[in-house]
């Protein structure tokens, strides 16, 4: 059975790297994985999607998600969480940042951020929990280290090996930034079993 984990946010927030963990995770746990990214205008903040499917039996035959089939949905920002909802299964889990970026349509344009962007996530009927990540980065003096706490918290969820995610973690992070990020993560993990 494939495992599918979309990731969704803006340019700027680590979605890259974090989806570069959660493959590399899954991959040192045995599984067959595969990875795709989608990112337009990203160092603008434009939209960023990452796509990570792994199964223990080698079928993963695509690299994006089928609408609709997403098990566990990472939004790093409210809005893109919620543009992200009608790819997940009616009983996805969906770990949301409750942080809002404002996009440069609204800054610059006629265009509002919706004030209820939470409320329709719950409406949507999935397994909305919120994660702290960025408040709980900052307090670790590492706002960066924000996607990681992200990735901590939907750890829990998954059947990948702790250790296999601190190598994933060393892999991707340059040395300076390691002990932080792996505090993140455990952040992350208590985060995502108190929630």
Known sequence: MTTNILLSGVGGQGIITASRVLAEAAMLSGFHVKKSEIHGMSQRGGSVESHV???????????????????????FELLEALRAIPNTKPDALVLVEDRVIVPSSVTCGPFEYPAD???QLY????????????????????????????LGAASSSLVI??????????????AKALDVNLKAFEAGVAAGRSG
């Open 53 to 75: 499917r792994f199964s223990p039996d080698g079928l993963v035959f695509s690299p994006t998600i089928p609408f609709g089939e997403v098990d566990v949905l990472m939004g």
């Open 161 to 174: 090996d702790a250790q296999a995610w601190e190598g994933a973690i060393r892999r991707a992070v340059k």
């Open 117 to 119: 962007v939470l409320d």
């Open 123 to 150: 409406a949507s009927g999935r397994n909305v929990r919120v994660v702290d990540a960025f408040k709980i980065a900052c307090s670790l003096g590492e706002p960066r280290a924000a996607n990681i706490v992200l």
